[in-house]
């Protein structure tokens, strides 16, 4: 390119009047430059960069809410609460827009929709549709493992390989001044010697500062006022406090199987059978069979691994098909399911033979609790040290965090203190020690609510009786006893549900959070308030 072609592409360029005159500058120290100079090459790359910007690119809005709703509701089955929450969301941005009025900013200001939830759940499939309901362009930033804050607000332009950070990339991708932009992951930001990424991010996201965010690369001023941005998290302890501050939570925890059976026929498998080459109607999955396909193929909060099986399914009758081994149109029924992709990988615990429950042996209880990946089930285990060779005190395994280590120590206390008052045999626990261990050892657990399964676990060892295995349960123990409340308890609920567990036990402050658990899954669950330990243990042994 000759340097002037510069000078006429700016000249030409719908730019705003800083940025003219910002480029203008760089063309003529460009023209200063030679040829070959690797200042001449920055400059270039540069001008191109600030070119290719949709300075005054905007969509037009489809400000119709009626309309919008009805394309959220189009892209997702169920999720009622969330959808209505993104359509007042887009209602309230509507009026203040017809009244000329910006968008909420400030602390706790809802400017920015987070949606948070294990994996598979829909929150990035939400995203591109908020985007498809407001008529507009939809990017993608995966903040996932960033650590450096200049992938957020790019390089300086001294530095060798100097790129735009992301949210310049995202501007340039949507070709508009105004994209929803989704900043996926922003649990997964991290920080280090290279400077913080969760401030740059704040920077960007407060209304009262991106209309003149300053990338330092690109060093003029890019007006992000227009942009939506939504995020989304799988845990929420994990985003950093100033920017929750700035967020407003939607809170997306998991389905029931009824639900998963109703997502997976009306949009997974249509998507699917289209990936596999096969016109509707040519492979029907019956109902009984995606259920088998979620309950006992899956097991999981969200519908990912469902969404894969299916697309395993549907290649092999594919494939059968070209190899002249099957007749379509076909439907899979709950019996073509073992021919097609083999056996279920998930047995409910209550199905399996008895002696090869977890539970079939006395010290091992079924707690409940909420990871990254949703709610789960846990089972803790306690044995008695040899008192000849094992040492005294307590042992601790299964990479427990400092709070769940503290409620191994108040069970114990608990047991030691009133033990005899429950009948139970306290003196072992006097001059043996105790190991208390969490499966699986390699993912890291902490919070408080194991604490009832812990007592439950240690009282069943003590009493040599086991613990009911349809029984799980969550609550953290006082040292009197008392069953404290938890958090995510529909979390829990559904995985309780999965799992086949029948029973469960939760705090009597909890019962309140019951009304957030679907009916399909309370019908099925005997749910226990408790206000104190001892009530656990009799209904748990
Ligand atoms: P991750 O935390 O792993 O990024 P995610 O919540 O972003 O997960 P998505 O990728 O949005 O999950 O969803 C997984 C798949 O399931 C997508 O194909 C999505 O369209 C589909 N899906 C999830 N929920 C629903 C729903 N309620 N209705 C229709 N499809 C859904
Ligand atoms: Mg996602």
């Given at each position: 390119d000759e340097p002037d072609d510069y000078r006429a592409r700016v000249e030409a360029a719908d730019l705003p009047e800083k940025v003219r005159e910002a480029a203008l500058k760089e063309v003529d120290k460009l023209e200063r430059s030679s040829d070959q100079s690797p200042e001449g090459s920055w400059i270039r790359t540069w001008l191109d960069t600030v070119l290719e910007l949709p300075w005054n690119e905007r969509t037009e809005d489809a400000y119709d809410i009626q309309g919008a709703k009805a394309v959220l509701d189009a892209d997702h089955a169920g999720l009622e609460d969330v959808k209505e929450r993104i359509t007042e969301y887009l209602a309230v941005r509507k009026r203040r827009a017809d009244r000329g009025l910006g968008i909420v900013g400030g602390r706790r200001g809802g400017a920015v929709l987070a949606l948070v939830g294990p994996p598979g759940v829909g929150k990035t499939s939400l995203g591109e549709s908020v985007a498809r309901a407001m008529g507009r362009k939809f990017v993608r930033v995966a903040l996932g493992g960033v650590r450096d804050e200049a992938e957020i607000r790019g390089h300086r332009r001294t530095y060798v390989g100097a790129l735009p950070g992301r949210v310049v990339r995202a501007i340039k991708e949507a070709g508009s001044m105004n994209p929803v932009v989704l900043l996926d992951e922003i649990d997964k930001v991290g920080s280090d010697f290279r400077g913080d990424p969760a401030a740059a991010l704040l920077e960007v996201l407060d209304p009262a500062q991106n209309h003149t965010f300053r990338d330092h690369y690109l060093e003029v001023e890019l007006d992000l006022s227009d942009v939506v941005f939504l995020a989304t998290a799988n845990v929420l302890e994990a985003i950093p406090e100033a920017l929750l501050d700035r967020m407003e939570l939607v809170r997306l925890d998991g389905y029931t199987e009824d639900e998963k059976v109703t997502i997976a026929r009306d949009h997974l498998l249509p998507r699917q059978l289209e990936r596999a080459g096969l016109e509707p109607g040519e492979v029907t999955v019956a109902d009984e069979a995606l259920r088998k396909l979620a309950g006992e193929y899956t097991r999981e909060a969200g519908v990912r691994t469902l969404e894969r099986s299916i697309a395993r399914l549907l290649r092999k009758v594919a494939a059968q098909h070209e190899l002249g081994e099957r007749e379509l149109p076909f439907t899979v029924d709950v019996a073509e399911l073992r021919p097609l992709?083999?056996?279920?990988h998930h047995t409910p615990e209550s199905a399996q033979d008895p002696a090869e429950r977890r539970t079939a042996v006395p010290g091992v209880a079924t707690g409940l609790a909420v990871t990254g990946a949703g709610g789960d089930v846990l089972f803790v285990e306690a044995s008695l040290a040899d008192p000849e060779t094992g040492g005294a005190g307590l042992n601790l395994t299964g990479q427990l965090g400092d709070v769940m280590k503290e409620s191994a120590r108040i069970a114990l206390s608990f047991l030691r203190s009133h033990g005899a008052e429950l009948e139970l045999p306290v003196g072992d626990l006097k001059e043996r020690g105790v190991h208390l261990h969490v499966p699986a050892g390699a993912v890291p657990k902490d919070g408080p609510s194991a604490g009832v399964t812990m007592t439950t676990a240690l009282a069943s060892l003590l009493s040599g009786r086991q613990v009911r295995p349809d029984v799980a349960m969550t609550g953290e123990v006082s040292l009197t006893g008392r069953v404290l409340p938890i958090g995510g308890v529909k979390q829990k609920l559904l995985a309780a549900h999965r799992a086949g567990v029948t029973t469960v036990i939760i705090p009597k402050r909890n019962e309140p959070d019951l009304d957030d658990v679907p009916a399909e899954v309370l019908d099925k669950l005997d749910v226990h308030p408790v206000s104190d330990v001892r009530r656990v243990l009799e209904l748990a042994l």
């Open positions: 992709i083999g056996r279920p």
